[in-house]
């Protein structure tokens, strides 16, 4: 398939590029290393131990047959004094912790260049250089070593002898858990507040969960620590609801550090490898922890989606905004939006520059659509804002099937990708620009050729290090219409002249919209002309979002509307306005 094939190339490359330095290094060793070793050969032969229990050929059996465990074990032993981590051999979290920044994004630029080969072909346009932790590839000088940017950080638990309740990192290929004293990519003080739960959790005898037997109590730990702000979240992950001394257990894990300002218990029961379960309470502080970015104050719950390198957020949905080129009276529709991060930034820089849009956003996780509307009044764009719980494949198929109007389209899809329907449906509503944020690009170059395919061409692809000493790599594409112009429904005079039977038809959403903007010169969104409608009595489509502080329509807006519904014949000309 399409998609393996991408996977594999970009891997090789990756590969390829990070281990061709070392492979040249090894190759200088060697040689002077091999004649060493057959001069000593003989020495070393005389040197045994007569009385020894294994001769030649057995020893080379037992070292061909061990195991991929025990070379682990060995390499963990001997530690690496010049090492940035102590564990880093057996953690298997930051592979390239030890290789030079530049060299890592050079590789992970070979690998995006691969992947996106035949689109950069395509459409005449070359990768951009990948933007790194506080420079980008082809600057000049030293680079630096990245370290502390990872302000999310969480921790297995399981059961030691005892009553002891261990915690740290899964060594590599296993669910053997590696003690971690510290981090040196997590935010910190991170790694400090993990492994006092669990001591706490010990002291309080509560017991880590067993994965292998499913008995235990505490499962998990995942902390958020604000990069702008010095508040941190604690959301402990539990098996069951109650625990012993459930109580001192929380106010102290709310202890181990004073900018602990929330604490959360996430009770999941389930088996397998998922971390959080549905139901999640606060037993300790306030509802959500507070951060910023760009200019922007956001409110995070304990389950809803926030990235994790906030640093290299900001640069990432500065790319987005800059390729979204914004124009007043624009609607933009933030898909998969999460908190409203995105398009809220989007939003309120549009403000600053005296822009005024519409924002819609759609995510399915009910939490994620609360902290959105609660960050939309934070940041003052309540009655530019409007954000509803659906389903964005479900919704963006319905506003493609109603002609719904939206002008920018940013998307952030999970891994997976998106769906061919989301993308076929956003081809259909013809938005003057999509931008595409992806976590993976090897679903996002797949997407890409759909978009491309359904009348858009690709501007530009810009490779963001999200996440250093790593091989993952997240993507902002920017696309335009190839047809700039949007085809509008001419509106005339009359009824009959539009097409619409005056004693059958109704007027559609984009009949509304385009009379007002040939009329009266203004571009209105689908939301006020719904809202419209639902003030006047009029049959509307059912509001899914259950927001009631849905944005006002604008005094001249509500004029503007309330007069194409007069000349479509749906209120009268002598209608008292409400």
Request: net charge neutral.
């Amino acid at each position: 398939m399409a998609e393996s094939r991408a996977e594999r190339k970009a891997r090789r490359a990756l590969i390829e590029a990070a281990e061709g330095s070392e492979e040249k290094k090894s190759s200088k060793k060697s040689k002077s290393s091999q004649d060493a070793k057959g001069k000593s050969a003989k020495g070393k032969a005389k040197a045994k131990r007569p009385g020894s229990r294994r001769n030649e050929d057995k020893a080379s059996q037992t070292r061909s047959k061990r195991s991929h465990k025990d070379r682990v074990s060995s390499a963990r032993k001997a530690v690496d004094p010049k090492s940035p981590c102590s564990i880093m051999k057996s953690c298997g979290g930051c592979t390239a912790l030890n290789r030079p920044y530049k060299k890592q994004l050079a590789a992970k630029q070979a690998a995006m260049e691969e992947l996106f080969a035949e689109l950069c072909e395509r459409e005449s346009i070359a990768v951009d250089p990948i933007r790194g932790m506080g420079v980008t590839l082809g600057d000049p000088g030293k680079y630096p070593a990245p370290r502390g940017f990872r302000h999310k950080a969480a921790t297995p638990f399981a059961p030691g002898k005892e009553g002891a309740v261990r915690c740290g990192f899964f060594e590599r290929g296993t669910h053997k858990i590696v003690a971690v004293p510290e981090c040196p990519v997590e935010a910190p003080g991170a790694r400090q507040i993990l492994n006092g739960i669990a001591r706490e959790a010990e002291r309080l005898h509560i017991p880590a969960f067993n994965e292998d037997k499913h008995l235990g109590l505490l499962r998990y730990a995942v902390i958020r620590c604000g990069w702008r702000t010095d508040q941190v979240m604690v959301t402990l992950v539990t098996a069951q609801r109650d625990l012993p001394h459930a109580q001192e257990f929380f106010e102290a894990v709310a202890a181990l550090d004073p900018h602990i300002v929330t604490v959360a218990q996430n009770i999941n029961g389930r088996p397998g490898n998922a971390i959080l379960g549905e139901e999640t309470r606060i037993v300790y502080g306030a509802e959500c922890m507070r951060d910023q970015l760009l200019g922007c104050e956001f409110d995070i719950s304990p389950t809803a989606f926030y990235q994790t390198n906030p640093q290299q957020t900001e640069l990432l949905y500065q790319l987005a905004i800059d390729g979204m080129d914004l124009h007043q009276g624009d609607v933009l529709m933030d898909a998969y939006c999460g908190s409203g991060t995105i398009g809220l930034c989007a939003a309120k820089d549009a403000q600053n520059k005296g822009i005024g849009i519409m924002l819609l956003g759609v995510e399915r996780n009910p939490a994620g659509i609360a902290d959105a509307r609660r960050n939309a009044e934070l940041n003052g764009l309540t009655r530019s804002a409007w954000f509803m719980v659906d389903d964005a494949t479900d919704y963006i198929l319905d506003a493609a099937d109603n002609n719904e109007r939206v002008d920018v389209l940013s998307i952030d899809p999970p891994r997976a990708g998106s769906t061919p329907e989301f993308l076929e449906a956003a081809c259909a509503l013809k938005p003057r620009r999509i931008t595409y944020i992806s976590c993976n690009p090897v679903t996002q170059e797949r997407d890409l050729h759909q978009l491309l395919d359904g009348g858009y061409c690709l501007l530009k692809i810009t490779p963001v290090d999200m996440f250093p000493h790593t091989d993952h790599t997240e993507t902002v594409a920017v696309l335009s219409r190839k047809s700039a112009s949007k085809s509008f429904i001419p509106v005339s005079t009359s009824p009959k002249d539009t097409g619409l039977s005056e004693e059958k038809d109704q007027p559609t959403y984009a009949n509304i919209r385009d009379y007002v903007q040939k009329t009266h010169g203004m571009k209105v969104s689908s939301l006020y002309v719904a809202q419209m409608k639902a003030e006047c009595g009029l049959e509307t489509q059912a509001d899914r979002s259950g927001d009631k502080k849905q944005p006002k329509c604008p005094p001249e807006t509500r004029e503007a509307i309330l007069d194409a519904f007069r000349h479509f014949g749906l209120i009268g000309e002598d209608e008292t306005e409400k």
